[in-house]
T-cell receptor, first 112, second 116 residues
Framework: GESVGLHLPTLSVQEGDNSIINCAYSNSASDYFIWYKQESGKGPQFIIDIRSNMDKRQGQRVTVLLNKTVKHLSLQIAATQPGDSAVYFCAENYSGNTPLVFGKGTRLSVIA | GAVVSQHPSRVICKSGTSVKIECRSLDFQATTMFWYRQFPKKSLMLMATSNEGSKATYEQGVEKDKFLINHASLTLSTLTVTSAHPEDSSFYIC????????????FGPGTRLTVT
């Protein structure tokens, strides 16, 4: 089924610390997962993606971990900066060209 | 990366009027575009899938006669909110898939609709 939007949970992190944002996805058949960052009044911005044949993928300051057994996805941000403050959404789909199903989102607040 | 634009970025209209929102892929051809709406502090909810040259596929609960979608070319999809009401006020976001079969969806910057 679809992930339904709820009021956003908030994660507050000290500048320079690492952030971990978690997401539980809904469809065990999903094979493509993406993390997006959304700033206020803007569209989602692609951060990093991972396919179901991997369990970890690293980018610049970001790492995505996938645990298919428990349908869990996480985004790790190293050395969090004030510019990282935003809402983060995980999204999933099957075979790439189907609509994305978005998770409920987490607001990251970086304390300077 | 690929760019998707939306126009207008903000629009205010009166109840009962219609408003058109455009979604354009600027540097690629998009055979498929998606329309989402997002209420404050909520996640993105898919409204419809727009395929070039064919009728849009609407999600359950989305009125196709109220939210008219036209995907007349490989670079343009439009969403028209007809007979708008205050409850239609929302943030509307489109995304597009590169027709070359890439998995990544490129999102537009969104359109803030306020119905008074």
């Amino acid at each position: 089924g679809e992930s339904v939007g709820l009021h956003l949970p908030t994660l507050s992190v000290q500048e320079g610390d690492n952030s971990i944002i978690n997401c539980a996805y809904s469809n065990s058949a999903s094979d493509y997962f993406i993390w997006y960052k959304q700033e206020s009044g803007k569209g989602p911005q692609f951060i990093i993606d991972i396919r179901s044949n991997m369990d970890k993928r690293q980018g610049q300051r970001v790492t995505v971990l996938l645990n298919k057994t428990v349908k869990h996805l996480s985004l790790q941000i190293a050395a969090t900066q004030p510019g990282d403050s935003a809402v983060y959404f995980c999204a999933e789909n099957y075979s790439g060209n189907t609509p994305l199903v978005f998770g409920k989102g987490t607001r990251l607040s970086v304390i300077a | 990366g690929a760019v998707v634009s939306q126009h207008p970025s903000r629009v205010i209209c009166k109840s009962g009027t219609s408003v058109k929102i455009e979604c354009r892929s600027l540097d690629f051809q998009a055979t498929t575009m998606f329309w989402y709406r997002q209420f404050p502090k909520k996640s993105l909810m898919l409204m419809a899938t727009s395929n070039e040259g064919s009728k849009a596929t609407y999600e359950q609960g989305v009125e196709k006669d109220k939210f008219l979608i036209n995907h007349a070319s490989l670079t343009l999809s439009t969403l028209t909110v007809t007979s708008a009401h205050p409850e239609d006020s929302s943030f509307y976001i489109c995304s597009a898939i590169d027709g070359k079969g890439a998995s990544e969806q490129y999102f537009g910057p969104g359109t803030r609709l306020t119905v008074t």
